[in-house]
């Protein structure tokens, strides 16, 4: 096994352990050694996400994605200005990660998780609804929608929304609540019990 693989296993191994500031720590080093592998600057961008120096793992993104434009690392540049409060941005980063997998539910999600944030509750809606025609099961994209029909007060597709997240976990008390909440905002006080 030459030094490079060694030193992979190690930074693997490290980031298993959930060392993240130890792995920050040589990661100069480490973005220069392993350069042409995506997976080791994955880790590092992970790392700076769970430290909160979102603007590195930001940085670190963008040059990854100039060799490497992927579904998936656009899908983390989103989440990462997303958490920045970048929402155009994160718009186009979701956007893009979709053009590069029409498929990609969870990034449908957080696409419209940015869009009610910026009150496009249409497109929000539209994109919730992709997220689960793509995944069928997608638990956080109907409780996300139920959520927006809920704050848009129409209630019945609320329900009904919460209710699918219920019958995919059905040991979900938000659901339940919100479902209580919602009938007795209508005066439907026995159901509001029930649930």
Known sequence: MNNLA??????INLFNKKKFSKILKISPKILNSF????DIFKIIVICYLNTKNFIKAEQILRKILISNNTAEYNYILGNTLKIQDKNQEAIIAYKQSISLNKNYSEAYNNLAN???KI???DEASLNYKNAIRTKENNLEAYYNLAN???????YDEAIKNYKNVIKLKPNFPDAYNNIGT?????GNFNDAREF
């Open 114 to 116: 940015v869009q009610k």
């Open 6 to 11: 060694i030193e992979k296993q190690n930074i």
């Open 148 to 154: 927006l029909y809920k704050s848009l007060k129409n």
């Open 35 to 38: 350069e042409d592998q995506p």
């Open 182 to 186: 919602i009938y007795s905002i209508l």
């Open 119 to 121: 009150e496009h509750f």
